[in-house]
């Protein structure tokens, strides 16, 4: 069974950063993909940012030259590091595994919030 662990979030003024961290276990070794979605208060969770496998990264329009995804290997671990951060960001980010088409974990999720 995989297990994510993420950290990170908080309450951060607009215009500040935060960077969020997931701990994969060491089951989660093969993977096709690892990210990150967030989901607000009454909207559908969506996808932030993801990294594949072999290393492509995938990002929402909406951050876009603000977010950064990142991967360490050796330690299992995947980052965002999110910059410029607005009150739209606000929500709660979830860690996401897939393994294949069909197979996804998920973290417990960690808090986002942006104050103007």
């Known amino acids: 069974q995989v297990q994510l662990v993420e950290s990170g979030g908080g309450l951060v003024q607009a215009g500040g950063s935060l960077r969020l961290s997931c701990t994969a276990s060491?089951?989660?070794?093969?993977?096709?993909?690892i990210g990150w979605y967030r989901q607000a208060p009454g909207e559908q969770r969506e996808l932030v940012a993801t990294?594949?496998?072999?290393?492509?990264?995938n990002y929402a329009d909406s951050v876009k030259g603000r977010f950064t995804i990142s991967r360490d290997n050796a330690k299992n671990m995947v980052d965002l590091q999110m910059n410029s951060l607005n009150p739209d960001d606000t929500a709660v980010y979830y860690c996401?595994?897939?393994?294949?088409?069909?197979?996804?974990?998920w973290g417990q999720g960690t808090q986002v919030t942006v104050s103007s």
């Open positions: 990294i594949s496998s072999s290393g492509n990264t």
């Open positions: 996401n595994l897939k393994v294949g088409p069909f197979i996804n974990y």
């Open positions: 060491e089951s989660a070794r093969v993977f096709t993909s």
